[in-house]
T-cell receptor
Framework: DGGITQSPKYLFRKEGQNVTLSCEQN?????MYWYRQDPGQGLRLIYY???????QKGDIAEGYSVSREKKESFPLTVTSAQKNPTAFYLC????????????FGPGTRLTVT | AQKITQTQPGMFVQEKEAVTLDCTYD???????LFWYKQPSSGEMIFLIY??????QNATEGRYSLNFQKARKSANLVISASQLGDSAMYFC????????????FGTGTSLTVIP
């Protein structure tokens, strides 16, 4: 089945630790995205990548880092510099054409205590 | 300026009735796409409907239709014959032709269907 996988669904970490969220797609999409969603809020763009080995900062990139070494994979690292990391993180991908929608993964709920 | 504005934080509708969720957008790009997504309490984002800026007809997908008024820059979602399963957050989004790969999302509307 084609789709986007994110793992794990729930993640717990202690404050001060870096944590990496996984995102894999087998849809052969060029573009991939990371969003953060806080309770009752909309989606805020963290990073996006249009092609392998290239990525751009979104609106809230501070405290996060990404890599895009393979077309299928776009992991997000939440660093200790991110002041409020507890949130719901959504990964998405899309073909590189304006008429196509984003396909979303199921999300990872990160809790940092 | 906000690219996508959704002015209704919460809406209620009686089961079997129709409801309109508002969305206005801001762009100077003549080529753009407009999207609606549904997010149930489970958190997944479900694509509902798409409207292209050059499309002459309003988009429809089953019980969903998009009321596209280009001059007013509005792209309202109409859900007909509401069902209890329609209770969710709804997000409007836009993709511009010139930026291609960046999507802009509104803040969402929480819809509750009342039995």
């Amino acid at each position: 089945d084609g789709g986007i996988t994110q793992s794990p669904k729930y993640l717990f970490r202690k404050e001060g630790q870096n944590v990496t969220l996984s995102c894999e797609q087998n849809l052969n999409h060029d573009a991939m995205y990371w969003y953060r969603q806080d309770p009752g809020q909309g989606l805020r763009l963290i990073y996006y990548s249009q092609i392998v080995n290239d990525f751009q900062k979104g609106d809230i990139a501070e405290g996060y880092s990404v890599s895009r070494e393979k077309k299928e994979s776009f992991p997000l690292t939440v660093t200790s510099a991110q002041k409020n990391p507890t949130a719901f993180y959504l990964c998405a991908s899309s073909p590189g054409l304006p008429s196509y929608e984003q396909y979303f993964g199921p999300g990872t709920r990160l809790t940092v205590t | 300026a906000q690219k996508i504005t959704q002015t209704q934080p919460g809406m209620f509708v009686q089961e079997k009735e129709a409801v309109t969720l508002d969305c206005t957008y801001d762009t100077s790009d003549p080529s753009y796409g407009l999207f609606w997504y549904k997010q149930p309490s489970s958190g997944e984002m479900i694509f509902l409907i798409y409207q292209g800026s050059y499309d002459q007809q309003n988009a429809t997908e089953g019980r969903y239709s998009l009321n596209f008024q280009k001059a007013r820059k509005s792209a309202n979602l109409v859900i007909s014959a509401s069902q209890l399963g329609d209770s969710a957050m709804y997000f409007c989004a836009m993709r511009e032709g010139r930026t291609g790969n960046q999507f802009y999302f509104g803040t969402g509307t929480s819809l509750t269907v009342i039995p």
